[in-house]
């Protein structure tokens, strides 16, 4: 069993739905969480980092981390089609850098 | 402020040689990671350098190595290459070791072996 599990898609959504995409894991010693963005031919793009349990808003985007279900959440509002892309969970201890990735989402906005 | 270059952009090998890939992370940026994406494992972590020191190291032979210069830059080596190390590899950088330090990537080094 993989460490994260994250459901690889794809996820097709009308231009202007609620996106939610979620991660689970395994691993309690997980303190750090983060939700990477990545386009074709492109490396993954930081969109959100959170610490703990809590959530955190940026514009349209909203994470959500629940360290009693070992359940991170992204939600993305009013979507749109440049929203199209892979999603990437990523979660890392306090004592070491190494992150630890789910599989990704791929995400289709359509106008 | 520029990110995470990572140089080149694309390569091709056949099997048996060896490779070296370069990275220069966000300047002020000391720690710099690499992982391996490929579309059955995903994103797998290789190494994490930082100060020079080799901080963590993921499970990959020995056949993968790299190294960290004085001014934070970075690359990664790879030897006697097999058709399964064709893959994407990123670089990411951080202000510092440890995971309370976000981490940005480059666009990788897309490599094919034949």
């Known amino acids: 069993q993989k460490e994260v599990e994250q459901d690889p898609g794809p996820l097709s959504v009308p231009e202007g739905a609620i996106v939610s995409l979620n991660c689970t894991y395994s691993?309690?010693?997980?303190?750090?969480f983060m939700w990477y963005r990545q386009y074709s031919r492109k490396g993954p793009e930081l969109l959100m980092y959170t610490y703990s349990s809590g959530n955190k808003e940026d514009g349209r985007f909203t994470a959500q981390v629940d360290k009693s279900s070992k359940y991170i959440s992204l939600f993305i509002r009013d979507s749109q089609p440049s929203d199209s892309a892979t999603y990437l969970c990523a979660m890392s201890r306090g004592n070491t850098g190494k992150l630890i990735f789910g599989q990704g989402t791929t995400l289709q906005v359509k106008p | 402020k520029a990110g995470v270059t990572q140089t080149p952009r694309y390569l091709i090998k056949t099997r048996g040689q060896q490779v070296t890939l370069s990275c220069s992370p966000i300047s002020g940026h000391r720690s710099v990671s690499w992982y391996q994406q490929t579309p059955g494992q995903g994103l797998q972590f290789l190494f994490e350098?930082?100060?020079?020191?080799?901080?963590n190291k993921g499970n990959f032979p020995g056949r993968f190595s790299g190294r960290q210069f004085s001014n934070s830059r970075s690359e990664m080596n790879v030897s006697t290459l097999e058709l399964g190390d064709s893959a994407l590899y990123l670089c990411?950088?951080?202000?510092?070791?440890?995971?309370?330090?976000?981490?940005?990537f480059g666009d990788g080094t897309r490599l094919s072996i034949l």
């Open positions: 990411a950088s951080s202000l510092a070791s440890g995971g309370d330090q976000p981490q940005h």
């Open positions: 691993n309690s010693a997980f303190q750090y």
């Open positions: 350098y930082f100060s020079e020191t080799q901080r």
